[in-house]
């Protein structure tokens, strides 16, 4: 631990919060993205998925850059990149993720916070 400013305490290291979906294309990375954007100076925070679908949603790096967090350069991984690191907290969004969401070692808080997946969402405006 190291000191920063008057008396507060700074871990060395970040603990690690891992976002995980199935195809790792939009939910995980808003979630991703807002956690970061609030967190990002206590937290490190990856997303990643089981069955990865190899980009990020384009509709939904536009919806983000309306609240202005920049997903533009966030790519769709495989959870077997991070399982290479400690990882702190696993947040399972989608039902599949939480059912194959790997055993990690150590102490791992593991939250299931289920979302719908926007992807998929159907019309072109608010209300349709």
């Avoid at 194959?100 to 019309?123: E, L, M, S």
Wanted: glycine letters at 8%; charged letters at 15%.
């Amino acid at each position: 631990m190291r000191l920063r400013h008057r008396m507060t305490l700074v871990p060395d290291s970040k603990p690690t919060v891992l976002i995980l979906c199935t195809g790792n294309s939009c939910r995980s990375h808003f979630a991703e993205g807002i956690v970061r954007a609030v967190a990002s100076d206590f937290l490190d925070v990856v997303s990643a998925g089981s069955k990865p679908a190899g980009y990020v949603h384009p509709l939904g790096i536009n919806v983000m850059q309306e609240i202005q967090i920049e997903l533009s350069d966030y790519t769709s991984k495989h959870m077997s990149i991070v399982m290479s690191r400690p990882v702190d907290t696993v947040i399972t969004i989608c039902g599949q993720a939480d059912q194959t969401c790997p055993n990690f070692p150590g102490q791992v808080n593991r939250h299931h916070w289920p979302f719908d997946a926007p992807a998929y969402a159907t019309g072109n405006a608010v209300g349709e």
